[in-house]
């Protein structure tokens, strides 16, 4: 009889969806956010505008249903805070789906700053007695302000985030499990369709590879190895089933069984330290589904591919292009991903493409939000790159803080392939 968490060879995509999100149960503000979306998307249908949908930060693997423990990565949600900020700049709408207090755009400027928030603020003088404004139960209250020193920063970022919420250009959606995050981007993805080409999705959070099934999870805390003796109330077959659930397969057979923690407490306590041993499934991948399933018709997909070994930048991102048959991926390493990422996508004629976006590291400039001109950044070719690859000659952006930001020059340039895109759509409709 086959193990419980044998894997299912040659499955087909549909399969792999179809079971997938019958076996994992769906967020319960599922519903709630899709109807915030639903009203998002009509207004900006209705006002022929272009959304995209950001994804952002890590995804939770859980380990226990009731969750203590889970796995998780490293991502903050920078690119994606930081890519949503300029795609409200190009005129976009921006639902930003994101983990669940991660980065967020316009707040990352202070709340994951080294300062804490506070040193940012002051209070001011007490007003005086004779004035309107000075309060007799409390005389020595005054108003809270920033200080002089940050004023014209935050007064900038302020009518930002302010102008995007008034008019309803940013919606915010959070996920915290792998779960979570699908469920969320196949609704989403399905509720966009009325946008047609006017929809860009930009998948920036770094999701799960692996996890764990529903049917195979325990339910309660995994318990350490010098906690109690288990409750005599739980049946012996009860007790032999969950821990055959847990059991390592035949590949872990070099660890002396004395030496595995299957999650449940021993008769005895052990004399030395235990190995967690966890099972992992593959999650399966869903941006083929995404691409020709949930999202609409003529919408530009954009996936990111990280690495950490540059040999296998550029081949792993045309066989990401290749299998999935979306329209660019942005390859990065893990090193250097805030100065530079390279484009890879087809050109009109079917052509793999490479494009290369630099700018120079740790770049700082006096003063806020000042524009420098593309002498100042460096914008090359990957060596060996074919004659079809093309350089991008656009202006860059200083963030408020005077780091220059590389995602102020892919938002543009993602605009700009959107752009042509659509034209070409239209002019195949013509």
Aim: proline share 7%.
């Amino acid at each position: 009889m086959p193990h419980p968490s044998t894997k299912v060879e040659n499955v087909s995509p549909e399969e792999a969806e179809s079971d997938y999100f019958k076996t994992n149960p769906p967020p319960r503000e599922l519903e709630s956010h899709a109807a915030q979306a639903q009203e998002f998307i009509n207004h900006h249908v209705s006002a022929n505008r272009r959304v995209v949908l950001v994804t952002s930060g890590g995804t939770t693997v859980p380990l226990e249903t009731q969750t203590v423990r889970f796995i998780d990565n490293f991502s903050a949600g920078t690119r994606g805070a930081t890519s949503a900020e300029y795609f409200l700049e190009e005129g976009y709408a921006v639902i930003f789906l994101h983990r669940q207090f991660s980065l967020l755009p316009y707040s990352r400027h202070y709340s994951h700053s080294t300062n804490c928030f506070l040193d940012f603020m002051d209070e001011a003088a007490a007003p005086p007695a004779t004035s309107p404004a000075h309060d007799k139960n409390n005389p020595d209250h005054g108003a809270i302000v920033v200080r002089p020193e940050y004023q014209d920063e935050m007064r900038k970022v302020l009518r930002q985030y302010r102008y995007a919420k008034q008019n309803q250009l940013l919606l915010l959606i959070p996920f915290v499990t792998v779960t979570e995050y699908l469920y969320e981007l196949r609704s989403l993805a399905t509720i966009m369709r009325p946008l047609g080409a006017n929809a860009l999705f930009y998948l920036a959070a770094a999701v799960s590879d692996f996890f764990i099934p529903r049917d195979r999870m325990v339910e309660h805390k995994i318990q350490s190895s010098n906690e109690a003796p288990a409750s005599p109330s739980r049946s012996p077959n009860e007790t032999t089933h969950q821990q055959s659930q847990q059991q390592p397969q035949q590949g872990h057979t070099l660890i002396p069984v004395d030496r595995i923690y299957t999650g449940f407490n021993d008769p005895q306590p052990p004399t030395r330290g235990k190995k967690l041993i966890v099972d992992l499934d593959p999650v399966p991948k869903f941006l083929h589904s995404l691409v020709d399933g949930w999202a609409p018709a003529g919408s530009m997909v954009v996936s990111f591919k990280l690495e950490t070994d540059p040999s296998l930048l550029i081949s792993k991102s045309e066989q990401a292009l290749q299998r999935y048959s979306h329209n660019l991926v942005i390859g990065n390493l893990l090193t250097t991903r805030k100065w530079e990422v390279v484009f890879v996508s087809r050109d009109a004629a079917g052509k793999i493409t490479e494009q290369w976006v630099r700018i120079p590291r740790g770049t700082t400039m006096p003063g806020a939000a000042k524009r420098v001109s593309r002498g100042d950044v460096n914008v090359q070719h990957v060596a060996g790159a074919s004659e079809g690859n093309r350089e991008v000659e656009a202006e860059a952006v200083v963030a408020a803080d005077g780091v220059l930001e590389i995602e102020s020059r892919i938002v543009p340039e993602l605009k700009r392939k959107h752009t042509e895109m659509i034209e070409r759509m239209n002019a195949g409709k013509g």
